[in-house]
């Protein structure tokens, strides 16, 4: 059908005025365009990459490890065969993936966690999508099991605590920084251990290499939290994270969430799980844990408070069609989810992999929220990357899909500042890769400073690292070229150059 200049003014006018004089049955209203004259392109015609954002694995993925080869499709969602089978050593590794590797890598793994700060701990889903055919190079591999020709020198300034969030702590497992926000941590386990957990400090259980700060997971040492945050008038938000809400059993979750929505000045309250990125299948099999949580999504509305989940996917192999279902679950039972991904270098930290990640969570409803700047935790230099590079990567970003399926791409600022537009440092040298943030919200008397890692720096800036006795005053210049020189240096690692320099801090 075509319309002369004049019949298509009318409709222009009818479209203003809501009277559009265009008929389309009920039956099939995709049916009815098909006689429509399709409109001159605009644009290119779209490449098929550019849609694989919509294709989602939903083969028998994991029968290609010779020990799920005979594991149904019923008993891989079952989250009790997950929990079950999850690799918790290398021992069982190596029994998992034997004669898939070369025992070289295996050795490799055991000589990496002698150094990493977090335990092994693989579902079988996560372990079935890693590619053993190039471990090396694989994303999920990166994120989940230390190799030790991978590990890079510490940055000297990585710490195992990097955000102080012990300094923030009021009690046991509670964080309090931001004005009116909280983070409650009632357990300190998850069903996966990421390499570069920025609670390293205390998540996981000990390792060769680190003595942890244990949480408290019992109700009677929750209680201490919650009298805090009911003693607190302006706390509106609560996070709940961990450790892993996913690993809180059904009736724990739900007494959570009870408590703390019958605090009257409680708003908002956020789960925090990276369970959808590596058991996804649990939201759809362990029926109490999903039915407590939309309970108390459902309770949080009718008292007119928000209550959502955080996940946490870095890696658009993280995702399957176990992961579509488990997510249209959620969004079909109103429950909003939303992503916090951390940027890592192999993992997602090019434009096309970041891109394609964005793509996917948004089709699936899940909404890309932030991309955290990585933090600066000990025994993780090979996975960080530049504020340069980082800068560059929301430069391509922004864009690509609608703003509120864009992530803000943040850094959590070192000591304690919070979470800082990445690009919204007062000061950034590119050769010593120091940058300098304030965050006048959490403390206007003090300035926060973000290192690169030192193989990204230009020669000159790694050559300036290797003097240990200038690092001083590279800091010191980088304070004074950001013109803040009244203001104190609030990370932790620094008390010692605090002292030292105090008469010009
Ligand atoms: S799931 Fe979260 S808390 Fe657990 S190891 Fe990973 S980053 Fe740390």
Same mark, same amino acid.
């Given at each position: ?12 006018e009818a479209r203003v005025f809501g009277d559009l004089p265009i008929s389309i049955s009920n039956k099939?209203? *995709?049916?009815? *365009?098909?006689? +429509?004259? %399709? ?16 294709? =989602? ?25 997950? /929990? ?9 590794? +190596?029994?998992?993936? +034997? ?11 055991? $000589? ?48 195992? &605590? ?16 931001? =004005? ?7 357990? &300190? ?5 990421? $390499? ?49 809400? @996913?690993?809180?059993?059904?009736? $724990? *979750? $739900? ?6 929505? &019958? ?27 999903? +039915?407590?949580? %939309? ?37 079909? /039972? ?11 270098? !192999? ?57 509120? /399926? ?36 959490? &403390? ?16 000159? !800036?790694?050559? *300036? ?29 620094? @008390?010692? %150059? ?8």
């Amino acid at each position: 059908m075509h319309y002369s200049k004049e019949e298509i003014s009318v409709i222009d006018e009818a479209r203003v005025f809501g009277d559009l004089p265009i008929s389309i049955s009920n039956k099939n209203k *995709l049916e009815d *365009l098909n006689d +429509e004259a %399709i409109p001159n392109h605009i644009k290119d015609a779209v490449q098929h990459d550019e849609l694989e954002h919509r294709e =989602f694995i939903d083969t028998e993925f994991w029968k290609e490890l010779p020990v799920f080869k005979n594991v149904s499709r019923e008993e891989f969602y079952d989250f009790k065969f997950q /929990n079950k089978f999850t690799v918790r050593n290398i021992a069982k590794l +190596e029994e998992y993936t +034997e004669g898939l590797i070369d025992p070289s890598f295996i050795e490799n793994v055991k $000589r990496g966690m002698e150094k990493a700060p977090m335990n092994l701990s693989l579902s079988p889903y996560i372990l079935s999508l890693i590619n053993w055919e190039d471990p090396y190079n694989d994303p999920l591999r990166i994120q989940f099991v230390p190799i030790d020709s991978g590990f890079k020198p510490d940055h000297p300034k990585l710490s195992l &605590d990097s955000l102080g969030e012990q300094q923030d702590s009021p009690v046991d497992g509670l964080v309090h920084r931001y =004005f009116d926000k909280v983070l409650f941590l009632p357990l &300190d386990v998850c069903s996966v251990y990421c $390499r570069f957990c920025t609670r390293s400090y205390a998540i996981g259980g000990n390792t060769d290499s680190v003595d942890k700060k244990r949480f408290k997971n019992a109700p009677d040492k929750w209680k201490k939290a919650f009298a805090y945050i009911a003693s607190r008038p302006e706390i509106e938000d609560v996070v709940i994270s961990g450790g892993d809400a @996913y690993m809180l059993a059904p009736s $724990r *979750l $739900r007494m959570i969430g009870e408590v703390l929505l &019958d605090i009257p000045h409680v708003r908002r309250m956020r789960f925090a799980s990276k369970g959808p990125a590596v058991m996804p299948m649990k939201i759809l099999t362990d029926n109490a844990w999903t +039915e407590a949580l %939309i309970d108390i999504v459902k309770s949080g509305r009718e008292r007119g408070k928000e209550v959502v989940l955080h996940t946490h996917f870095n890696s658009a192999n993280e995702i399957t069609d176990i992961t579509r279902k488990a997510m249209l679950h959620l969004f079909q /039972n109103g429950v909003t989810v939303r992503n916090q991904s951390v940027l890592i270098k !192999g993992v997602n930290d090019t434009i096309d992999s970041m891109i394609h990640l964005v793509r996917k969570l948004s089709y699936m409803n899940v909404q890309p929220y932030y991309v955290y700047q990585h933090d600066m935790v000990t025994g993780t230099e090979d996975m960080r990357t530049s504020v340069r590079q980082t800068v560059e990567l929301e430069k391509s970003v922004r864009g690509v899909t609608a703003g509120f /399926n864009t992530p803000l791409f943040v850094t959590d600022a070192p000591g304690g500042g919070g979470k800082r537009d990445v690009h919204s440092f007062d000061y950034y040298d590119k050769v010593t890769g120091i940058s300098i943030y304030r965050s006048p919200s959490v &403390d206007d008397s003090k300035l926060y400073i973000y290192f690169d890692p030192i193989d990204t720096l230009p020669i000159e !800036g790694q050559k *300036l690292w290797e003097d240990e006795s200038v690092h001083d005053d590279l800091i010191q210049n980088a304070i004074n070229n950001s013109g803040f020189t009244s203001l104190t240096l609030y990370y932790k690692c620094m @008390y010692w %150059i605090m002292s030292y320099l105090a008469p010009t801090f």
